[in-house]
């Protein structure tokens, strides 16, 4: 009795002994896996803190190699454009050396296209050239338009670059801060086809014989300007200032001349065939001998303007002032509409 209790004894004790060990065991095993974990924790901390920092630092160097970069770009760009002006003055045996020229103004257009802060100098810089080495002569104002000298080719590749530039800098007014001014130049049979001169000062320039077909010339001044025989059909004149413009026999067939200040234009002969000339200012304006078929003058003021021998059949007159207009009732006859119109004699047609 007492050998079998005694080995109960001892069977229980074990069996407590095997426990405990077994928990101690499971125990020390957290222990070592929370370890594990907290080094592991630590490790990924330090790694990634190590990422950060050689994050940092190659950002730091990208940074850094843009900073030098872009301080080499500008130094290349003021080198380019400092030879080009300088290759722009080019002369060879006294006279001007084409090649260079034409390469400077080439060189120059790619300077303004990639850097924003040159391009405005650069078409100050490329006007100026034009207007003191194409400055309008009144000794070929006898010239007529056919025998009018062809434009010199650097003259030509000036007006190529300023009626391409960039869309992007044209319209961005801390770009282009200015108006493009070619005031009193002589630019006769340019081509300028489909150019921008949106508000360019055209004032007094001799446009003889020149190609506009479908520029923009929206807004700008060409008060005094010599258009003889001009192409610019299909161009934009909307608001454009006209004053004692001349523009004998030129091609203005479907323009838009919309609210244009034309006082004293001379317009004879000139081709306005559906033209837009809705809301115009043509006081004073002689159309003799004008096609006006079919164009648009819709609230015009044409008082005291000659219209004698104008082709207006078809013409849009409703609402036009035609008070002391030069006209025949023949001529008002073929007209499209004149319904609420002031007629020559002041009264206002029904």
């Known amino acids: ?134 400055a309008r002569n009144p000794l070929t104002e006898m010239e007529s338009g056919e025998n009018a000298a062809h434009l010199e080719p650097d003259i030509q590749a000036i007006l190529d670059v300023l009626g391409r530039r960039s869309e992007y800098h044209r319209t961005d007014k801390k770009v282009e801060y200015g108006t493009i ?54 161009a934009n004149l909307q608001a454009a200032n006209l004053r004692e413009a001349d523009f004998t026999q030129a091609n203005l067939v479907a323009t838009d001349l919309s609210g244009v200040m034309s006082q004293h234009v001379n317009f004879r002969e000139a081709a306005l065939y559906a033209a837009m000339l ?4 043509l006081a004073f304006t002689d159309l003799q001998g004008a096609d006006l078929e079919e164009a648009n003058l819709q609230g015009a003021y044409l008082q005291y303007a000659n219209l004698l021998g104008t082709n207006l059949l078809g013409t849009n007159l409703l609402g036009a002032n035609l008070h002391h207009a030069k006209v025949s009732d023949k001529q008002l006859a073929d007209t499209m509409s004149l319904k609420g119109a002031t007629m020559p004699d002041g009264s206002t047609h029904p």
């Not at 950002?59 to 080499?72: A, G, Y």
């Open 1 to 134: 009795m007492i050998t079998a209790g005694v080995a109960g004894a001892v069977g229980i004790f074990f069996t407590w002994r095997g426990q405990w060990l077994a928990r101690e065991a499971q125990e020390q095993n957290q222990k070592n896996t929370l370890t594990q974990l907290s080094n592991a924790q630590e490790q990924l901390g330090l790694a990634r803190q190590s990422q950060e920092d050689n994050q940092k630092n190659a950002l730091e160097q990208l940074e850094q190699s843009r900073t030098e970069l872009d301080i080499t770009r500008r130094g290349q760009i003021m080198e380019r454009f400092t030879q080009a002006i300088d290759q722009l003055g080019a002369t060879e045996g006294g006279d001007k050396s084409l090649e260079i020229r034409l390469g400077a103004i080439y060189s120059l257009e790619r300077t303004a296209r990639e850097d924003r802060d040159y391009h405005w100098p650069i078409m100050e810089v490329l006007t100026a050239y034009v207007r003191r080495h194409a």
């Open 278 to 281: 809705q809301g115009s200012n």
């Open 181 to 234: 001014d070619l005031n009193n130049t002589d630019l006769r049979g340019a081509k300028l086809q489909k150019a921008n001169l949106e508000k360019a000062n055209l004032e007094k320039a001799d446009f003889r014989q020149a190609n506009l077909l479908d520029a923009n010339l929206q807004g700008a001044r060409l008060g005094e300007a010599n258009l003889q025989g001009v192409t610019l059909s299909r």
